[in-house]
């Protein structure tokens, strides 16, 4: 970013740790404490969540939204809560963060992440936020910065396979097809009185009203994709795993979940967790290979019924994320 000729280097540092550390509440606090700031979150959930935090502490007329579905600049905007795609670095801030960083190495939306790594920086300070896998590039590409690592502050449990109809209140189930949201969504709503739903491809207006219908206990239920695993803020006691495979379509097969995604999406979804549930339904695992893949595909449903196992499960959440 332009105006770094004030004398003295900006720091930049980087707070790395579990999910329900503090990171992204630190960075707010830090930002807010600055004339100007530019924070970019990986969701536009989030980012939107975010904004009205900020709009809560400093007012709508300093505080501006830039996602790809929304945009609202005052023209009095100090503090920004951006996508990363859409963070506008043509300003110039004081501070400037990044959350969830270890998306560097994502294969979709790596080359942003890894872009703002390298060249987004904040006038005063900057803050790369995220998991504990991205230190050694981080180190490696940003020597000059400072790390600090923060433990977890909640405990998560496993408390074994449950029926979709038996799951208690306050319950969130992920899935990982609109398909199997929308079927498992109705089936609540029929044995349990409604739920919410919440997917990235639906309209912002009517996500955020399904965020807040589950928030404001109108429903006990919320069935969502993975992608709440991203660091959206639910008051969430129980988290449930539809199953532990999804179709890529790269490859065409059902592919394993690596054994640390699924508790960083528990992790994330509900930061006040007091118990994981994971259940997993045999017979919705159907997903196909073809072709050569059908040897992989194979491999992959034989990895998932043992990865189904209550024990592998147990020992998944010991491993740091």
């Not at 960075?27 to 979150?41: V, Y």
Request: aromatic content about 6%.
């Amino acid at each position: 970013m332009p105006g770094l000729d004030s004398g003295f280097a900006p720091r930049v540092k980087a707070v790395l740790g579990p999910t329900n550390t503090g990171k992204t509440h630190l960075a707010i606090e830090r930002m807010l404490a600055h004339a100007s700031g530019i924070i970019g979150f990986p969701l536009r959930l989030l980012a939107r969540e975010n904004y009205d935090r900020m709009v809560a502490q400093k007012g709508a007329r300093h505080v501006a939204l830039i996602t790809g579905e929304e945009k609202i600049v005052p023209p009095d905007a100090r503090w920004f809560s951006c996508t990363v795609e859409a963070m506008p670095l043509d300003r110039d801030a004081e501070f400037l963060a990044v959350d969830e960083i270890q998306l560097c190495a994502d294969p979709d939306r790596g080359h942003v992440f890894t872009e703002r790594l390298l060249h987004a920086r904040g006038m005063v300070e900057t803050m790369f936020l995220g998991a504990e896998t991205i230190r050694p590039l981080l180190q490696r590409l940003v020597p000059q910065a400072s790390v600090e690592t923060r433990p977890r502050m909640s405990q998560l449990s496993h408390a074994g396979p449950v029926k979709l109809v038996r799951l208690p209140p306050r319950s969130a189930v992920v899935a990982f097809s609109a398909a199997d949201v929308y079927a498992i969504a109705e089936l609540i709503r029929r044995r349990r009185g409604g739920c919410a739903v919440v997917m990235g491809r639906l309209s912002p207006r009517t996500r955020n009203a399904q965020v807040a219908l589950y928030q404001e206990r109108e429903v006990d239920f919320l069935v969502a994709t993975d992608a709440i695993g991203m660091g959206l803020n639910m008051n969430v006691d129980h988290v449930a795993f539809a199953g532990l495979g999804k179709f890529d379509v790269s490859v065409l097969a059902c592919v394993l979940l690596h054994n640390k995604d699924p508790i960083r999406i528990l992790e994330n979804c509900a930061r006040i967790t007091r118990e994981a549930v994971v259940i997993v339904e045999p017979h919705r695992e159907r997903y196909r290979p073809y072709n050569r893949a059908s040897t992989i595909g194979r491999r992959m449903e034989s990895a998932i019924t043992w990865a189904s196992s209550a024990p592998c499960m147990v020992s998944s959440l010991r491993l740091a994320p």
